[in-house]
T-cell receptor, first 113, second 111 residues
Framework: EAEVAQSPRYKITEKSQAVAFWCDPI?????LYWYRQILGQGPELLVQ????????DSQLPKDRFSAERLKGVDSTLKIQPAELGDSAMYLC???????????FGSGTRLTVV | AQSVSQHNHHVILSEAASLELGCNYS??????LFWYVQYPGQHLQLLLK??????LVKGIKGFEAEFIKSKFSFNLRKPSVQWSDTAEYFC?????????FGKGTRLSVIA
């Protein structure tokens, strides 16, 4: 079964440092999403891509977060500088078309110390 | 804006008990509805989804959900839970926007 690949699986970083997460969606999936899941809560959308274009980044804290999907395939989410409140699970998901069933990756667990 | 409410934060059941997890959403248009499960240490997995047609949807592992449009509800059910069903369950809805998730319900099944 095809999977969404994410790396690293775990990341510990110090406050004010930069951190980056990588996601490789299922081949052929045009739509890619980054979600953040704080412990004990449901995932919340950060950004949605359709191919290489950002469709929705209204919930992305743009002063410190950035996301790109340069060739419309894999994607990188960056935080600079990291803050204590950024500690969470960062999930990537992809789908064939927007708002169809999503496939989620295993996530990157970020701890900011 | 769409929102999803899951009324039960933590449910504890004995094995073989029946399960019903509540989910209500707010959105006036056509919706797609989903239930995802997250087992300890694992990623989110799709249990079932509703797009249209028969409002009673059957998913994997014996789960089912019923879409009741008049109540804006999409409750998850299973007639007899097993210890292996211990997990976090998330209801989600998409209309004309990406998936919006509820806060989740933690299910603990005890022997």
């Amino acid at each position: 079964e095809a999977e969404v690949a994410q790396s690293p699986r775990y990341k510990i970083t110090e406050k004010s440092q930069a951190v980056a997460f990588w996601c490789d969606p299922i081949s052929g999936h045009a739509t890619l999403y980054w979600y953040r899941q704080i412990l004990g809560q449901g995932p919340e959308l950060l950004v949605q891509f359709q191919d290489e274009s950002v469709v929705d980044d209204s919930q992305l804290p743009k002063d410190r977060f950035s996301a790109e999907r340069l060739k419309g395939v894999d994607s990188t989410l960056k935080i600079q500088p990291a803050e204590l409140g950024d500690s969470a699970m960062y999930l990537c998901a992809s789908s064939l078309t927007a708002n169809y069933g999503y496939t989620f990756g295993s996530g990157t667990r970020l701890t900011v110390v | 804006a769409q929102s999803v409410s899951q009324h039960n934060h933590h449910v504890i059941l004995s094995e073989a008990a029946s399960l019903e997890l509540g989910c209500n959403y707010s959105y006036g248009g056509t919706v797609n509805l989903f239930w995802y499960v997250q087992y300890p240490g694992q990623h989110l997995q799709l249990l079932l989804k509703y797009f249209s047609g028969d409002p009673l949807v059957k998913g994997i592992k014996g789960f089912e959900a019923e879409f009741i449009k008049s109540k804006f509800s999409f409750n998850l059910r299973k007639p007899s839970v097993q210890w292996s069903d211990t997990a976090e369950y998330f209801c989600a809805v998409s209309g004309n926007t990406p998936l919006v998730f509820g806060k989740g319900t933690r299910l603990s099944v005890i022997a």
